[in-house]
């Protein structure tokens, strides 16, 4: 019994840390035999400011319950961002239909160099330090799923050290 009061209270906490914000709100119709049904779509991100971070798409006929499944969908797609310091550990490239996104790790003080979607999804993952350039597309859905992508091609140093089978301190120049 004292185990399921544990989980719980472990589990509150880190349901209020996480942070979330909508990335774009689009009013869809379709053209039925009796006329028009409106709805909404909504792509929104979750994250917690020290590498998990989740994007979610919800669509309802009501604004704030199309939000409400956004974030749900979020919450359940989360992914950790590597960090090193502020910034990721090396370049990539992300790629979803016509959107490509290029993220570049960035010196201290630098700060969020993105736009659109790619800022937002950078700012709720707690990267502080990034320079980004989003090509092609400028659809955020497009974009969201491409900078998604990018950060599930991040390897931390650890990881890179371990596939080589050498020490951090060998892999540094």
Do not use: C, W
């Not at 989740?54 to 409400?68: L, M, N, S, T, Y």
């Amino acid at each position: 019994m004292d185990d399921e009061i544990l989980r719980e209270t472990e589990q509150g906490p880190e349901e209020a840390e996480f942070k979330d914000q909508v990335i774009s709100i689009r009013r869809v119709t379709k053209v039925v035999k009796g006329g028009k049904n409106l709805s909404f779509s909504v792509l929104a991100a979750v994250g917690n400011g020290r590498g998990l971070v989740g994007v979610g798409k919800g669509k309802a006929r009501e604004v704030p319950q199309a939000i409400a499944k956004a974030v749900e969908n979020a919450k359940k797609n989360l992914i950790r961002v590597p960090l090193v310091g502020t910034t990721i550990p090396h370049p990539v490239k992300g790629e979803d239909g016509a959107g490509t996104v290029i993220l570049r790790p960035a010196s201290p003080g630098t700060g969020v160099i993105a736009g659109g979607a790619v800022r937002v999804i950078m700012e709720l993952a707690g990267v502080k330090d990034i320079l980004t350039k989003s090509i092609r597309s400028n659809n955020p859905f497009s974009v969201a799923n491409a900078t998604i992508k990018a950060i599930k091609q991040l390897k931390s140093p650890e990881e890179v050290a371990r596939s080589r089978g050498k020490s951090i301190e060998e892999l540094k120049p």
